[in-house]
């Protein structure tokens, strides 16, 4: 990859160069410089998000690592053969992916996960040149609008151009090596953006539709268990605060009452006596 695809110093963008000082300040174990594309160096299929994440990206400095976003991509990746692992923790865990690469079309962290247009266009440069070095990709995967709008902008067509919308295909204009118009097999466009959901379509085997199926299926059960445990655990903490109350109160009234219980118990035993 030329420098021209991405600069590890690139501030260009003056609010984002200003985050990320101050996010860095906070967070001094943090990555907070652009985030790398990560992956394959000759890949089918290139897979672009929106920008690093807080506590993900932000903080390992490799995409979709560490935190929730990256949970149904990389499961998914490994479930069709792509990623060496279905998780992706840290840039020292030792995942590879295998025919694919992950980038994002803002390379900076941006405020609350929104980037403003004039960082979008200004980091488009990147996008458009790894576009344009990344002669093997096939199909490029957008995960969301600004995605699919910053590939479309970086492949030279307007926005306009096509529509996003979940598993939409697209053909992007074709970028062939310098003898493939010579080849019989040859074919153009060289490329195709698709929407999110779009992943087994493209690279999957033969019937990847089922495979697709039972792969959403799989991962959308993951979510429900991973929201069901969530919510058994805040339920468990409402009842042992709830039941902490209740013994507090109880307590507070024994409390109350044992001079009283002590007075009777004097009094009885001083009538035996008598």
Do not use: W
Not at 100 to 108: H, L, P
Not at 117 to 126: D, G, K, L, S, V
Not at 240 to 267: I, L, T
């Amino acid at each position: 990859m030329t420098s021209a695809t991405f600069c590890p110093d690139c501030t260009l963008c003056p609010r984002l160069a200003s985050f990320l000082a101050r996010t860095v300040h906070e967070n001094p174990d943090y990555h907070c410089k652009p985030v790398a594309p990560f992956g394959d160096a000759s890949p089918k299929l290139l897979i672009v998000g929106l920008a690093p994440g807080m506590h993900g990206a932000n903080r390992t400095g490799r995409p979709f690592t560490g935190d929730y976003a990256g949970i149904l991509l990389y499961d998914s990746l490994h479930a069709l053969g792509l990623s060496s692992a279905p998780t992706s923790v840290d840039r020292s865990d030792g995942l590879q992916l295998r025919g694919v690469r992950i980038t994002n079309a803002v390379k900076c962290l941006p405020p609350e996960n929104k980037p403003l247009p004039a960082e979008i266009r200004t980091c488009n440069q990147y996008l458009a040149a790894e576009l344009a070095e990344l002669k093997s990709v096939k199909s490029v995967l957008a995960l969301g609008t600004v995605a699919h709008d910053a590939t479309l902008v970086a492949s030279g067509l307007r926005r306009s151009a096509a529509k996003f919308g979940h598993a939409n295909e697209h053909e992007l204009p074709g970028r062939c090596e310098p003898d493939e118009h010579k080849r019989e097999d040859a074919h153009d466009p060289a490329a195709v953006l698709v929407g999110d959901r779009a992943l087994q379509h493209r690279v999957g085997e033969p019937g990847h539709e089922r495979s697709e199926e039972a792969r959403c299926e799989r991962s959308d059960e993951r979510v429900r268990r991973l929201k069901r445990q969530r919510e058994e655990h805040d339920r468990e903490s409402v009842e042992d605060r709830r039941a902490g109350v209740e013994a507090a109160d109880v307590a507070r009234v024994a409390e109350a009452h044992q001079p009283e219980r002590a007075d009777k118990r004097s009094d009885t035993h001083g009538g035996e006596q008598q």
